[in-house]
């Protein structure tokens, strides 16, 4: 159902190459028959009708001769929605979808634009859905074919992004329309990992685990640009879980579960999420290994600490310097209203630049080391500004850092400082972490990001609420500093 090859398509005007685009979709596209007999497909083979007979009117402009394949497309996986109830309706299915999908094609050679190629992704995603079990060979194929429709989706997307204008055509892109691009290029990653067989080696570019960790990287980019999508969050919990990462699989399904048990006004697929998702919480909660994180902590670990870091205002920096002999090592928790360090920990304190380093106490580095309170936090998610990975030189040695900034609101310690002068504003800190893994650090800026957002949209007792109803493992509760 692809166009033939033109061989003198370069010494084609534009007229010319419109004329054989509608004969080609006049002659294998659009087919008329006669009306069905359901009232619902009777109308929508009157729209396609009607819709080519309007591509067929040469006064149309290119910009309107692009949306009419666009809704041509459309309507053709309307259509194909309304056969797929029934099962020997398979072969029909996926011919109007293959229809679309060459609408779509020459869509693109006239205009680029992301709601093309993201809807073209979508209806080469359900041929391929439809092949799974005929065709698997050709489902995979497909499956690739749709994850470069959604790739060449978002870059057009960010291109056009609301953030940098309209684009070509008027076209506004959000950023959340960049993020659903990003979710269903994750799902359909994690679609051709499924159907890979057992023979295939890793050392194949088409190995299981190289396509669900390139979903994971789709999905975690969605939930960065659009922190409160919860399909990504969820999404990625999904692919942690079947990788056998039952802790970083809390962090997302239980954020996505807060995110649609507080949602409102309630929609139907709301409610379905969250029958979904929380079932998934209860089976995420029984893998969790034992914790000592305390009843509302949802991720926790060991992280190596810089300390805090004021200002800009130099005269409000707690510090000037970082350097390798400044980083402690210490557990910190993630939990629903806080960022905090669990005082029960052991804490390591690098003692060379070659990263060595010996477990000591908080109170024992010598007279001129910093106080204890230095490598302690207790920052509530509502004050966190940003969390993202960075790339530090002072960081120790084989780790991976992130930043996270805090804004800190000065009227205590101004006025502690100077008593005449009293200034209600805040500055931001920043404090540097570092994970010995890119993995790892990954999970703890995405654990950050996500609570921190739902606490700035009042749903931090929602995720409060979600841990508590289903805790098994958080049965130990410690001190924080």
């Known amino acids: 159902n692809t166009m033939p090859e033109e061989h003198d398509k370069d010494h084609l005007s534009k007229e010319q190459k419109r004329k054989k685009m509608l004969a080609h979709i006049s002659q294998r596209v659009h087919a008329s028959s006669?009306?069905?007999?359901?009232?619902?497909?009777?109308k929508l083979q009157t729209k396609l009708d009607a819709l080519m007979h309007r591509l067929q009117d040469e006064t149309v402009s290119e910009t309107n001769l692009v949306d009419l394949l666009t809704e041509y497309a459309l309507t053709l996986q309307e259509q194909a929605e309304q056969f797929k109830e029934e099962k020997e309706n398979g072969d029909v299915v996926e011919g109007l979808h293959a229809k679309a999908c060459v609408a779509y094609e020459f869509a693109s050679k006239w205009k680029e634009r992301y709601t093309i190629y993201y809807n073209?992704?979508?209806?080469?995603?359900?041929?391929?859905?439809?092949?799974?079990?005929?065709?698997?060979?050709?489902?995979?194929?497909?499956?690739?074919?749709?994850?470069?429709?959604?790739?060449?989706?978002?870059?057009?997307?960010?291109?056009?992004?609301?953030?940098?204008?309209?684009?070509?055509?008027?076209?506004?892109?959000?950023?959340?329309s960049v993020s659903r691009a990003l979710n269903n290029h994750g799902l359909a990653l994690r679609q051709r990992a499924m159907l890979m067989t057992d023979s295939e080696?890793?050392?194949?570019?088409?190995?299981?685990?190289?396509?669900?960790?390139?979903?994971?990287?789709?999905?975690?980019?969605?939930?960065?640009?659009?922190?409160?999508?919860?399909?990504?969050?969820?999404n990625l919990g999904t692919v942690e879980f079947a990788r056998g990462q039952m802790e970083r699989a809390a962090v997302y399904v239980f954020s996505a579960?807060?995110?649609?048990?507080?949602?409102?006004?309630?929609?139907?697929?709301?409610?379905?999420?969250?029958?979904?998702?929380?079932?998934?919480?209860q089976l995420v909660e029984t893998a969790l290994p034992?914790?000592?994180?305390?009843?509302?902590?949802?991720?926790?670990?060991?992280?190596?600490?810089?300390?805090?870091?004021?200002?800009?205002?130099?005269?409000?920096?707690?510090?000037t310097t970082i350097t390798d002999f400044d980083w402690a090592r210490r557990r910190f928790a993630v939990c629903a209203s806080a960022f905090k360090t669990v005082d029960s920990a052991q804490t390591f304190r690098i003692k060379s630049e070659s990263g060595d380093y010996v477990p000591s106490r908080n109170d024992a580095w010598g007279d001129d080391a910093a106080p204890d309170t230095h490598f302690n936090v207790n920052l509530p998610m509502l004050s966190v500004e940003s969390c993202e990975p960075i790339s530090d030189i002072s960081r120790p040695p084989n780790c991976f850092a992130f930043l996270l900034s805090v804004r800190d609101d000065l009227e205590h310690a101004e006025k502690e400082e100077n008593d005449d002068k009293?200034?209600?504003?805040?500055?931001?800190?920043?404090?540097?972490?570092?994970?010995?893994?890119?993995?790892?650090?990954?999970?703890?800026?995405?654990?950050?990001?996500?609570?921190?957002?739902?606490?700035?949209?009042?749903?931090?007792?929602?995720?409060?609420?979600?841990?508590?109803?289903?805790k098994t493992k958080r049965k130990k509760r410690v001190g924080f500093v």
């Open 34 to 42: 006669p009306l069905p007999k359901n009232n619902g497909e009777r």
């Open 257 to 281: 579960l807060a995110m649609v048990t507080s949602a409102l006004p309630s929609s139907s697929e709301t409610e379905n999420a969250k029958v979904v998702y929380s079932q998934s919480a």
């Open 290 to 319: 034992d914790t000592q994180c305390g009843d509302d902590s949802l991720f926790a670990g060991n992280v190596w600490f810089a300390g805090g870091i004021g200002g800009e205002d130099a005269k409000h920096k707690r510090r």
């Open 201 to 234: 080696t890793e050392e194949s570019t088409e190995s299981k685990s190289k396509c669900l960790s390139e979903a994971i990287l789709k999905f975690r980019r969605a939930i960065r640009i659009s922190p409160d999508f919860h399909r990504a969050a969820y």
């Open 422 to 470: 009293y200034s209600p504003h805040a500055v931001v800190r920043h404090y540097r972490f570092a994970c010995e893994t890119e993995s790892e650090r990954d999970v703890w800026v995405d654990a950050i990001a996500l609570i921190a957002s739902l606490a700035k949209r009042g749903k931090s007792e929602h995720l409060k609420s979600c841990l508590l109803s289903l």
């Open 120 to 176: 073209w992704a979508i209806a080469v995603g359900d041929r391929a859905r439809v092949l799974e079990r005929k065709r698997p060979e050709e489902a995979r194929v497909l499956w690739r074919e749709a994850c470069e429709k959604y790739e060449k989706a978002v870059a057009v997307g960010m291109e056009r992004s609301y953030l940098r204008g309209k684009g070509e055509g008027g076209e506004m892109v959000t950023s959340m």
